[in-house]
């Protein structure tokens, strides 16, 4: 199917917005088209709150990690005091990169012309620019970017007027209140190339239609979607969740030792998993004994890259046997996600053909659908 003069008319739209049981899944060029993609960058990820990972990764003043997000290279620092930043990772002077990869330091200074910022963003030293007329070194800090954190994660936001990250999610920190996620280490991350679309990989997310085929093996034996009881759940936020009840950890493979559930658990959360999708692409998966995220970093129309984070609570590093324990959800986790790539690929191939068509949405994609209508609100006038 080729793109349309016009990719944004509502009218190429109108049976993605019936109701579910009338719907028809999006048009396929949205998982394509290099137009579509470039509205998403400006509309959607230049616009909300991106996960941007653990805390873990910059836990002390001075560490840093420089990061890219939809084109955007960025710094996320911990400054003297331990305050969390972020800054375009662009010199003042000319525009290079001034932070490279991660470690930790007492300044950053441009590996071009020398000009030096503090871990506050401020110009500190410049070469030779003693004869440039009202040159004025506070005028030329580097651009600070919006961070904030939940949960022990971090996420920052493009746009310098956008609402609180605490306004965006709404009721989910309350919701996930008893997992005590701001108590959990993270002790793994696995990083994956897709070779398709980050819609394809949400949407993939949020449905159990697929489990009974792609996951046969693997979440099926724990949790198929005609033995557990999956469900949405009503959300408050920039964001949409599933809950499913279950026997036994839903992160470890059939009958493979796993850690005790998790002390502070309540309700229902002492019984099953907790799967929310935090607007546009963030899945966070927070079961009986661990939790674990998903980060896509989108890189064009057909290739998204995939951070695989596993989380733990702090207490259970303590035990001799942690690492023995946890390569079993490892295992797990390793092995799932690369059949849901696997799958995502093959999807890819097909929707690019120039014979694909939409198709019709099933009962148990609810998510997939409210989804697709999340995004085409953003993309469309």
């Not at 009218?11 to 009338?22: G, I, M, Q, S, T």
């Not at 002390?60 to 990690?65: E, I, Q, R």
């Not at 991660?102 to 500190?124: I, R, V």
């Not at 030329?140 to 990250?165: A, H, K, M, Q, R």
Request: proline share 5%.
């Amino acid at each position: 199917m080729q793109v349309p003069a016009d990719p944004f008319d509502p009218k190429h739209f109108e049976a993605v917005r019936r109701p579910l049981d009338e719907a028809s899944t999006m048009p396929p060029w949205v998982y394509t088209s290099d137009e579509f993609y470039r509205r998403e960058v400006d509309r959607i990820f230049m616009k909300v709150w991106n996960f941007m990972g653990h805390i873990d990764q910059v836990s002390k003043s001075g560490d840093y990690v420089a990061l890219e997000f939809a084109g955007v290279p960025f710094i996320i620092c911990r400054d003297e005091a331990g305050t969390l930043r972020a800054f375009a990772n662009s010199c003042r002077h000319r525009g290079s990169k001034v932070a490279i990869g991660s470690g930790n330091t007492k300044e950053f200074m441009c590996p071009y012309h020398g000009w030096c910022y503090s871990l506050k963003g401020a110009l500190t030293a410049t070469v030779d620019m003693d004869a440039t007329k009202n040159f004025q070194q506070s005028d030329y800090g580097l651009i600070p970017i919006n961070v904030d954190t939940w949960g022990g994660f971090i996420f920052v936001n493009f746009d310098p007027s956008c609402e609180s990250l605490q306004s965006y999610l709404g009721d989910l920190p309350d919701n996930l209140a008893s997992h005590r996620l701001e108590n959990m280490a993270n002790t793994r991350t696995v990083e994956f190339e897709l070779n398709h679309n980050w819609k394809l990989f949400v949407e993939n997310a949020k449905e159990s239609y697929h489990i009974a085929v792609v996951h046969r093996e693997t979440i099926n034996q724990v949790a198929s979607v005609y033995s557990a009881d999956y469900t949405v759940s009503d959300t408050a936020g920039q964001y949409c969740t599933t809950y499913c009840n279950h026997d036994g950890s839903m992160a470890l493979l059939k009958e493979d030792k796993g850690f005790p559930k998790i002390e502070s658990l309540e309700g229902r959360y002492q019984t099953g998993t907790y799967a929310p999708m935090i607007y546009p692409m963030t899945y966070l998966a927070c079961t009986i004994d661990t939790a674990w995220f998903l980060q896509l970093f989108p890189m064009g129309p057909d290739k998204t890259k995939l951070i695989h984070g596993a989380c733990f609570p702090k207490d259970r590093l303590d035990r001799p046997d942690f690492e023995e324990v946890a390569a079993n959800y490892y295992k797990r986790w390793d092995r799932t996600i690369m059949e849901d790539i696997e799958a995502g690929d093959h999807q890819q191939v097909g929707i690019a053909s120039p014979f694909a068509q939409s198709g019709r949405f099933c009962f148990r994609e609810p998510l997939v659908h409210q989804i697709d209508n999340w995004v085409l609100d953003k993309v469309l006038d």
